[in-house]
């Protein structure tokens, strides 16, 4: 494939059937492969992955190698790898594609929006690694591991299970 730049990248998520985005952060609609409008809140192993498999999250995983490693060592799990930058999220997608990663999705999306796109218990499992550290004083509630966020993640999480 020749050298994409980002729109070309824009454009190549629409025909992605592995990615879903939402485009307004106030509107909790998903938009997935050629303009669909799929409702997977508390369906995404069924409706997506097409089992009843465990779902892994990846929060802010940028490229997705997470993801894809996880997802080729573990076959047996759903990965999805949440990330709000479009272009990023493509390399992975790609990727997971080429390898024919059934297994392994992408949701372009405000992490803040978790619970309008999960039912409560829906995720098993969530990955963060090396999210924004957001220094600055009066930044702090935008770091992913802030109480704020944990609450939310308590939210969507399985009962019992705690992996952040
Ligand atoms: C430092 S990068 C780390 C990427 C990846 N986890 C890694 O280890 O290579 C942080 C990522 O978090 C994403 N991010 C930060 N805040 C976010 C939010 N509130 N919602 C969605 N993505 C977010 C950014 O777009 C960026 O891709």
Request: charged share 25%.
């Amino acid at each position: 494939m020749a050298r994409r730049n980002k729109l070309d990248k824009f454009a190549d998520l629409d025909g992605f059937e592995n990615v879903y985005q939402n485009f307004d952060a106030k509107n909790p609609i998903l938009t997935g492969q050629h303009g669909q409008h799929p409702d997977l809140r508390g369906k995404w192993a069924i409706d997506h992955f097409g089992n009843d498999r465990p779902l892994t999250v990846e929060l802010a995983c940028g490229r997705g190698e997470y993801s894809l490693a996880l997802g080729r060592q573990y076959p047996e799990r759903n990965f999805l790898g949440i990330d709000v930058k479009g272009a990023r999220i493509w390399q992975g997608a790609r990727i997971a594609l080429r390898e024919r990663l059934t297994n392994v999705a992408f949701l372009r999306t405000r992490i803040e929006m978790l619970d309008a796109f999960f039912a409560p218990g829906e995720i098993s499992e969530i990955w963060i690694t090396f999210p924004d550290p957001f220094p600055r004083e009066g930044k702090e509630n935008r770091r992913l591991t802030s109480p704020h966020f944990l609450n939310l993640y308590r939210r969507v999480l399985a009962p019992g299970e705690s992996s952040i």
